[in-house]
């Protein structure tokens, strides 16, 4: 039987980073992962809408889980920042009985929609490694990536109860896929930094020193890419890393992609894209 989710992408891969929409449905699909959009899901908020009012945050997060709630399945996100923005509010909720009363209060009103707080969010990751497993994945690859390859949590999803079974400050999971994808993991020390996603609409020059600094030391260990499993973090990396280098003056010629991109890659998808990404590795990459 099929792994069964709601589906949340994130708001950035309906905008700035498309290709993991187009991605991660023939993955899901040779995973056996049957999604059910969330058609009406707001976006996370990133972090952002928290900074000017947390309860609007909160409250439209937990719109969005109540959706999920509904339709019975457990959300799936290929999102690192998704997931880290739904769980903490997620926890909160479930942790004040009071704020779980007001915020349905607002849902009843206006969406006609009641959160119990019964809902998980999973990050496609942890659902690979968990529910899935290695080995059978390791049957799927048509395409071994054979590249050496820094994988990047982000700190969203490395909370302790949000990243599965995997340790909360030294993680393997991304680590033991990129092998079982047939690349080579590197260690390095950013992969669970920021990169200043908030940041870069108030405070860019220091969000372009963390992109900067992150992708460096990435380079230094010998990374011919980064794999990213936030879809926000790869977008800042991947669009502001020429602007960051010219800041910083720090080489940051690097390709920048989405987990979901390199499992469509290793399982036969997207061929043509696969023959366009090796060409972007020899042009950008050292």
């Not at 995973?31 to 945050?57: K, M, V």
């Not at 991304?174 to 994808?181: A, G, M, N, V, Y």
Request: aromatic share 6%; net charge negative.
């Amino acid at each position: 039987m099929p792994l069964k989710f709601t589906f949340h992408p994130g708001n950035v891969a309906h905008s700035g980073a498309p290709e993991v929409m187009d991605t991660i449905i023939p993955v899901c699909r040779t995973l056996g992962i049957e999604l059910f959009p969330l058609e009406d899901a707001t976006s996370c908020g990133a972090g952002i809408i928290r900074q000017a009012n947390d309860l609007l945050q909160i409250t439209l997060n937990a719109r969005t889980m109540a959706l999920a709630e509904s339709l019975g399945y457990d959300i799936l996100t290929p999102c690192a920042a998704t997931l880290g923005n739904l769980n903490e509010d997620l926890t909160k909720l479930r942790n004040d009985p009071l704020l779980l009363a007001k915020v349905n209060d607002v849902l009843k009103r206006t969406s006609n929609l009641e959160l119990k707080g019964e809902i998980n969010i999973r990050h496609i990751l942890h659902v690979m490694v968990e529910d899935i497993g290695l080995e059978k994945i390791e049957k799927m690859v048509k395409n071994p990536m054979q590249f050496k390859i820094a994988g990047y949590y982000g700190p969203n999803m490395q909370q302790l109860g949000f990243c599965g079974d995997d340790d909360v400050y030294d993680p393997i999971y991304l680590e033991e896929l990129i092998l079982t994808l047939g690349g080579t993991p590197i260690e390095w020390n950013s992969r669970t930094v920021s990169v200043g996603v908030p940041g870069i609409y108030s405070e860019e020059e220091t969000a372009l020193q963390q992109i900067a600094s992150t992708i460096s030391d990435a380079k230094s260990q010998g990374a011919q890419m980064i794999v990213s499993s936030c879809t926000l973090s790869h977008t800042m990396m991947d669009i502001y890393q020429g602007k960051a280098s010219r800041i910083t003056g720090i080489a940051t010629n690097l390709p920048i992609i989405h987990l979901s991109e390199i499992l469509s890659f290793a399982f036969g998808h997207h061929n043509s894209r696969l023959a366009q990404f090796r060409t972007r590795l020899a042009v950008i990459g050292d």
